[in-house]
């Protein structure tokens, strides 16, 4: 299967308040096609910048076509990095993610996750990484947007699934 890169990024405009993702995927030629580049974003009414960081991911990997890709995932998130590299998500899932924030998205994210071969690495935010920076520039102008969805998973009193 194919190689693939993604690079996310999260923005919240309060925290909680107005917030985007932005993910650019990018995929090198082979097999006689060309290299290609797609870039995603949205934004929404109410959420938290680590909703944000974790949506990129997901509708990332979620638009991949067909399972068994190598991903590689480029994030300046430590609470997605971490979570996923150090595996503590894996023991928040044996938990049934008990007391743990974001209930809907880590159970959409291993979902999907278990579909390919992924691999994070951590990045320094604005540190002049250009995919980081688009994801960036992407993420806040779709939460600076008149175009935003309601985050029906965010919860403001206990962030449970609704």
Same mark, same amino acid.
């Given at each position: 299967?194919?190689?693939?890169?993604?690079?996310?990024?999260?923005?919240?405009?309060g925290?909680?308040?107005r917030?985007g $993702?932005?993910?650019v995927? *990018?995929?090198?030629?082979?097999?006689?096609?060309?290299?290609?580049?797609?870039?995603?974003?949205a934004? $929404?009414?109410?959420?938290?910048?680590?909703?944000m960081?974790l949506?990129?991911?997901?509708?990332g990997? #979620?638009? *991949?076509k067909?399972?068994g890709?190598e991903?590689?995932? $480029?994030?300046?998130?430590r $609470?997605?990095?971490?979570a996923?590299?150090?595996?503590?998500v894996?023991?928040?899932e044996?938990?049934?993610?008990?007391?743990?924030?974001?209930p809907?998205?880590?159970?959409r994210f291993?979902?999907?996750y278990?579909?390919?071969?992924?691999?994070?690495?951590?990045v320094?935010?604005?540190?002049s990484i250009? #995919?980081?920076?688009?994801?960036?520039?992407?993420a806040?102008?779709?939460? #600076?947007?008149?175009?935003? *969805?309601e985050?029906?998973?965010?919860?403001?009193?206990?962030q449970?699934?609704?």
């Amino acid at each position: 299967m194919a190689q693939v890169t993604i690079y996310t990024d999260g923005a919240a405009k309060g925290n909680p308040g107005r917030g985007g $993702y932005g993910a650019v995927m *990018l995929a090198p030629a082979g097999a006689g096609l060309p290299p290609h580049r797609k870039e995603l974003s949205a934004g $929404y009414r109410l959420t938290t910048n680590n909703r944000m960081e974790l949506l990129a991911v997901i509708v990332g990997l #979620e638009t *991949l076509k067909g399972d068994g890709h190598e991903v590689t995932v $480029y994030s300046d998130s430590r $609470y997605v990095v971490d979570a996923v590299e150090k595996k503590w998500v894996f023991g928040w899932e044996r938990k049934n993610f008990s007391g743990k924030k974001n209930p809907d998205l880590w159970v959409r994210f291993l979902r999907v996750y278990r579909r390919h071969r992924v691999k994070f690495i951590w990045v320094k935010g604005h540190a002049s990484i250009p #995919e980081n920076e688009r994801c960036d520039q992407l993420a806040v102008a779709a939460a #600076e947007s008149g175009r935003l *969805l309601e985050d029906t998973g965010y919860n403001p009193e206990d962030q449970t699934i609704l």
